[in-house]
Each structure stands twice: as C-alpha cells, then as structure tokens.
C-alpha cells in the first residue's frame, strides 16, 4: 500500500487490513510484551498510534527505539481501546529506518522560542513549528492561487542587482575578489576587476524589474527573497525575508488600495479555511485573540485616510507615544497598531505621504508636497504593505532622482522606460513573513521562517 498521510487514517470510516505509515516517533512506551509509539508524518499535528507486540521478530529492537526515531511500520487500521482516539495499527511490521540517541533535544515537554531557535534543523518536528510552516506552505500556495486567478504573470527577477530600488544603501555587497587582496585604483577598490565589471548587491525589491514587465505584459508578480543590510534586531525584522510584489498597468493609486486590501482579505480567509487545524494551535496557546483578529481582518472594510489626517488623529488622541509624530516623519510601529487596534480597531490604509521619507519612484501628487503613496495597517503588526503608483512621466523622475542624491547612470534603463509608451502604473510590497505573523499570531518574525538571517547569526 502507497503512503497514506496520517490525517487520512484518521479521518477513515471503516477498518484496514493492511495500511502503511512512515514517520518519527514523538513519543514510546515499551514493555516486555507490548510497545506503544505515537508516530507523526509531518502531515498534521496528529499522531498515530502503532502497537508492536512480541510476536515481531525484531520486537527486542523495538523496545529500544526512542522518541525521535524514524520508523516504517504496517499493519491492519483497528479502533483503539484508549481515550482521544478512533483509530490505532496493530504492527505486523515495523522497520527502524533510524534509532536516535537519548540525547535527542526534543523530548516531551515544552520548549521556549529561545531555545528551539538554537536547534532550527529541528524545530520543525515540534507541534508548534510544524504548524507554522505548513501554513507557510499553504500561503504560498495561495499567493500564486490569488494572482493566478486574476490572470497576473508571475516574473522571475533578479537576486543579483546593480542598482538599490530603495536608495536607502543598506545593501549587502557580493564580490567574486580576493578579500585578502582587493584590486585598487586611485586609492578605491577597483570594482572593475570584480565578476560583473561593477558593484553587484542582493536585490532589496524585485519592483524596479517587475515594473519594465508590466509595461509589457500588463499585470505581473513576483515572489522571492529580498535582503536588507539593516543592523536591526527587533521582532520585525530580518536581513532574509519573502516579499509578494505586484504590479498593474494602467492603474492609478486607488485601484493599488483596492488589490491590496483584497489580497490581505483574499489570504486571511484561505487560512481559515483551510488551515483550521493548525489554526486552532496558535488560537489555544499563541494568541487568545487571533480567530477574532483574522475575522476582523477578512471581512472588515479597511478605513482609508490621508497620512496627513493619520497624524492628526496621532497628534489629539492623547496617546503618550515614545516616538513623538508630526507631519514629516514616518509612522512607527506604535502609532500604526494604536490606528488600527485602538482608535478605529480593523485594518487601516494611509495614504498621501510626504516626498521627503519616501523613494524616489512615487508618484509625485500635484501639491509637490506628498506622493502618491500608500501602506497597509492591521492590528498586531502595524505595516504589512506598503506601495505606490509610480512615477511615469520622465522628467519628474529624474528630478526626484537628482532630490534623492542618487546617480542616474545605474537607473538608464528604468528612465528610458518612461520614454517609450510610458503609462500610469500601480503597485506594493507585501511582507510575506509578516503576513505569516499576522495569520498565526507569532510575535517574531525568527519563528516564521525556517532558518532567520539576523544581525550576528547565520548559522545553519
């Protein structure tokens, strides 16, 4: 027999004589006579019970198996005897594909967040994590389902990038040079010399590229890492991090309001729906108020407002806040989650932000004061989207780019783009990892993602 996912047997109406499992033993106990292993496939958080008894030739071996061995083991699908379960195989074989030491880390009892990070290679195994990243796996599944049904191309971009979409400089440089001895010239090191003729960098957006596709194929996405050399250690952030980014031409800001909030609302009722199970595990011990927070997340209309009116509300709410607001300044994270839990309590999109605290490529707005931008707000996270039209029209974008201090010369082929059936064009970046935090209730962003890329840590 094929082998059957455990949540399968489980949900299995009738007895089997002969069923077939493969997986690792999270718990044993032995006897001289009898052995009982609750074994668990990955597939759900459910184990299945096997019993082995002496009548197994190999049943000396048995007894010595521990929790975290692998094991195959087959025999006929019977009712249980005992409390919390339908179903349970009486062993007319057991294989053991892998005996682990008593050493084994995961052991029976309850493990901190801390302590798991240290053993990422097996956090998986846990309850918890393998939970988390089977909806990680289910919301990928999801992204393309979204964007493939409303006939988006999905586009491949680079990882390797000569330009910095964000301005910000906080790159990570990749070199093919002699660290020990790097080329000069005049002083400088001589880039020249290195793999690509020139500074080469991990990408921090796929946005510069998806938008010369969208000018060609109409509505596209891309989806993959990104990397960020910020030497931030906060619960939010991460140098490795999955980002979803559309982009839709012919499409002014309104409508970019529009994809994202559906997107949001789109992904959290997947979830729901088809994640309930290892939803209930992040309800039960995560985060009390999560289901209420999705529902709310899921069929709320989203408030929109200037950002000029977000820090108005900021300013008279009487809130003492530890970063003081004004128009200028960017939001920071207290002042999104007091927008959306405290003062309206669902989702809120701000849009209209001031030029000076965002890139170059937004669509400058008649004031000449604020660009055509805008961010989704949710509850526990603050900022999950942030997006803009983008600026078409040429010569307002060199001279964003000259206001920014960059050079043009990295850019030529974006501005040349805006010269050859240039259009309105729309679009955002949506964090996927805190998407996830978002969906599971998980405050750090290092436990929705298996292996974290973080300031001083790059192990596994």
């Known amino acids: 027999m094929n082998r059957e996912k455990i949540i399968a047997l489980l949900k299995a109406e009738t007895p089997m004589d002969e069923v077939l499992i493969k997986g690792w033993i999270r718990t044993v106990r032995a006897s001289k006579t009898f052995s009982f292993l609750e074994i668990n496939d990955g597939s759900c958080l459910k184990n299945l019970q096997v019993i082995a008894d002496e009548s197994l030739s190999n049943y000396n071996d048995i007894k010595k198996l521990t929790t975290g061995s692998a094991i195959v083991a087959s025999g006929k699908l019977i009712k249980s005897k005992g ?32 302590f798991l990070r240290t053993i990422a290679h097996l956090r998986p195994r846990t309850n918890k994590y ?14 393309h389902k979204f964007f493939k049904d409303k006939n988006f191309r999905y586009i491949h971009t680079p990882i390797l990038t000569g330009s910095d979409c964000e301005g910000a400089g906080e790159l990570f440089k990749v070199t093919a040079m002699d660290l020990e001895n790097l080329p000069t010239k005049d002083g400088k090191t001589d880039y020249m010399k290195d793999f690509f003729g020139k500074e080469a960098n991990l990408t921090v957006s796929g946005q510069l590229s998806a938008e010369m596709f969208c000018l060609a194929l109409g509505d596209v996405y891309t989806f993959g890492p990104t990397f960020r050399a910020e030497n931030s250690n906060t619960r939010r952030h991460a140098a490795e991090f999955w980002m979803i980014e559309p982009e839709m031409a012919f499409c002014h800001l309104e409508g970019n309001m529009d994809l994202g909030e559906e997107l949001i609302k789109f992904l959290t009722s997947y979830v729901m729906d088809e994640c309930a199970e290892d939803l209930e595990l992040f309800a039960k011990w995560v985060d009390k108020k999560l289901m209420s927070t999705l529902e709310n997340t899921a069929k709320s209309d989203y408030v929109r407002l200037s950002y000029r009116d977000a820090v108005e509300i900021l300013q008279k709410s009487g809130h003492k806040f530890e970063y003081e607001i004004e128009f ?30 965002k890139p170059f490529y937004m669509r400058l707005n008649d004031d000449n004061e604020t660009v055509a931008a ?33 050079e043009k010369a990295p850019y030529w082929w974006y501005l040349e ?11 955002f970046g949506l964090g996927f990892e805190r998407l996830l935090m978002l969906v599971t209730g998980i405050s750090n962003i290092r436990d929705v993602i298996p292996f974290p890329r973080t300031p001083n840590n790059l192990e596994f």
């Open 328 to 357: 200028g300044k960017d939001l920071q994270t207290e002042h999104e989650r007091y927008l959306t839990e405290q003062n309206f309590k669902k989702p809120v999109i701000v849009y209209d932000y001031p030029k000076t605290i």
């Open 130 to 143: 393998g939970a988390a990243f089977r909806i990680r796996s289910e919301m990928s599944y999801a992204v």
């Open 374 to 406: 805008m961010d989704i707000l949710v509850p526990n996270i603050g900022e999950i989207i942030g997006g803009s039209q983008r600026e078409e029209r040429l010569d307002v974008l060199q001279a964003r780019i000259d206001e920014s201090g960059m």
């Open 417 to 427: 783009s805006r010269m050859y059936g240039s259009v309105p064009h729309s679009g």
């Open 83 to 114: 409390a919390g379960q339908k179903w349970e195989i009486s062993a007319d074989h057991v294989e053991i594909v892998s005996l682990a030491p008593e050493t084994y880390a995961l052991q029976k009892k309850r493990h901190s967040d801390e």
